[in-house]
């Protein structure tokens, strides 16, 4: 079965960094898509960004929003994708997840970002 | 970016009656890359619809998806309690992928 599980969120000031994760598991890794979501309290997904698996060129897309600020990158040989954020600002307070397109879209359980002076 | 937006805003019916959600995009949406989720609070989206009208995987058959171009619909033939929730419609035939503001679907 497809799994992915995030970690890494927690309550950050403004201007501040966090690094999530996202342990994929299930379905083979190094040749799958892989994209973050995010989801404000009260509003509906928004996307984040992708990444390419490394035969496809490893390249990244990003909203224009985040363009800059999030930076996504992958270690195949964990099965992890993560996202850098940097210079978190209040708007950035959602519920970030994982997902992947195998046949239906597949998503994790998210990790809570704060952000709150 | 293809904008979606779902109507109504809420929909209040009771359990047994039949449930119609619009989604209309602000340009054409390449098919058949288009899908529906439900979510209850403090939970991930939960996917019921893709590639129009496709059901996912334990998804019960009373779930049905439909549309094209511009203008989708999910139908819900028969409602039952646990139906009650949140529902938000997506594209990802173009990039970025997008998706609706979400329609609430409350008990009457």
């Known amino acids: 079965d497809v799994q992915l599980v995030e970690s890494g969120g927690g309550l950050v000031k403004p201007g501040g960094s966090l690094r999530l994760s996202c342990v994929a598991s299930?379905?083979?890794?190094?040749?799958?898509?892989m994209t973050w979501v995010r989801q404000a309290p009260g509003k509906g997904p928004e996307w984040v960004g992708r990444m390419r698996p490394k035969v496809e060129g490893g390249t990244t897309d990003y909203a224009a929003s985040v363009k800059g600020r999030f930076t996504i990158s992958r270690d195949d040989s964990k099965n992890t994708l993560y996202l850098q954020i940097d210079s978190l600002q209040t708007e950035d307070t959602a519920i970030y997840y994982c997902?992947?397109?195998?046949?239906?879209?597949?998503w994790g359980q998210g990790t809570q970002v704060t952000v709150s002076s | 970016e293809i904008v979606l937006t779902q109507s109504p805003g809420t929909l209040s019916l009771s359990p047994g009656e039949r449930a119609t959600l619009s989604c209309r995009a602000s340009q054409s949406v390449i098919s058949p890359f288009f899908a529906w989720y439900q979510q209850k609070s403090g939970q991930p989206p939960r996917l019921l619809i893709y590639?129009?009208?496709s059901r996912a995987s334990g998804i019960p058959d009373r779930f049905s998806g439909s549309g094209s171009g511009t203008d989708f619909t999910l139908t819900i033939s028969r409602l039952e309690p646990e139906d009650f929730a949140v529902y938000y419609c997506?594209?990802?035939?173009?990039?970025?992928?997008?998706f609706g503001q979400g329609t609430r679907l409350e008990i009457k």
């Open positions: 299930g379905f083979s890794f190094t040749n799958a898509w």
């Open positions: 997902i992947t397109f195998r046949n239906g879209w597949f």
């Open positions: 590639s129009v009208s």
């Open positions: 997506q594209q990802y035939g173009t990039s970025p992928c997008t």
